[in-house]
T-cell receptor
Framework: KAGVTQTPRYLIKTRGQQVTLSCSPI?????VSWYQQTPGQGLQFLFE???????NKGNFPGRFSGRQFSNSRSEMNVSTLELGDSALYLC?????????????FGPGTRLTVL | AQSVTQPDIHITVSEGASLELRCNYS??????LFWYVQSPGQGLQLLLK??????LVQGIKGFEAEFKRSQSSFNLRKPSVHWSDAAEYFC?????????????FGTGTKLQVIP
């Protein structure tokens, strides 16, 4: 089985721009979660999607949004980029999304905002 | 609310020495507990998990962890560290919330292995 894939792996944007990141979960996994990882804040939960519905959301501003498609692929979008949005964005998929099922992580997308 | 504390930001051990990484959690009920490892520039890989039952859990790459309810701890151990174990290690706790799980990660412990 192929693992979780994320595209692109690296992105450089400037302040004020917007960006879309993509995540393809493991085949058969319906839950996709997004995390932001920075040296200062560590791993922070952004949101989780299950069967095209956002089920859980972290404490991030409305500039951060996401969606999930019928094939479980997910995208996250960040509008009006700020310097502080520079981070590694990780996507994780799991088979059910509940009862402690383990998450499988992708390699991440490294976003740099200049 | 649940929380996870990894008190050691950096740990340095000699190759071949034993390793213990500390993790303390705060959660009212029996938690689901995980240890993940992250190599530079990579995503997280699950080392082991605890849901219930035997409190000593075996994982991949020779790691094990012990759940101690009385101490609210889930420390990761390895009897003999290899240079390839140098990475960052994250402890995580999950709880069910409205039928799905909510995961909280610790801040991570960076492991350096010296020859």
């Amino acid at each position: 089985k192929a693992g979780v894939t994320q595209t692109p792996r690296y992105l450089i944007k400037t302040r004020g721009q917007q960006v879309t990141l993509s995540c393809s979960p493991i085949s058969g996994h319906r839950s996709v979660s997004w995390y932001q990882q920075t040296p200062g804040q560590g791993l922070q939960f952004l949101f989780e999607y299950f069967s095209e519905t956002q089920r859980n959301k972290g404490n991030f501003p409305g500039r951060f949004s996401g969606r999930q498609f019928s094939n479980s692929r997910s995208e996250m979008n960040v509008s009006t980029l700020e310097l502080g949005d520079s981070a590694l964005y990780l996507c994780a998929s799991s088979s059910v999304g509940g009862r402690g099922n383990e998450q499988f992580f992708g390699p991440g997308t490294r976003l740099t905002v200049l | 609310a649940q929380s996870v504390t990894q008190p050691d930001i950096h740990i340095t051990v000699s190759e071949g020495a034993s390793l213990e990484l500390r993790c303390n959690y705060s959660y009212g009920a029996t938690p689901y507990l995980f240890w993940y490892v992250q190599s530079p520039g990579q995503g997280l890989q699950l080392l082991l998990k605890y849901f219930s039952g035997d409190t000593l859990v075996q994982g991949i790459k020779g790691f094990e962890a012990e759940f101690k309810r009385s101490q609210s701890s889930f420390n990761l151990r390895k009897p003999s560290v290899h240079w390839s174990d140098a990475a960052e290690y994250f402890c995580a706790v999950a709880r069910n919330s409205g039928g799905y799980q909510k995961v909280t990660f610790g801040t991570g412990t960076k492991l350096q292995v010296i020859p």
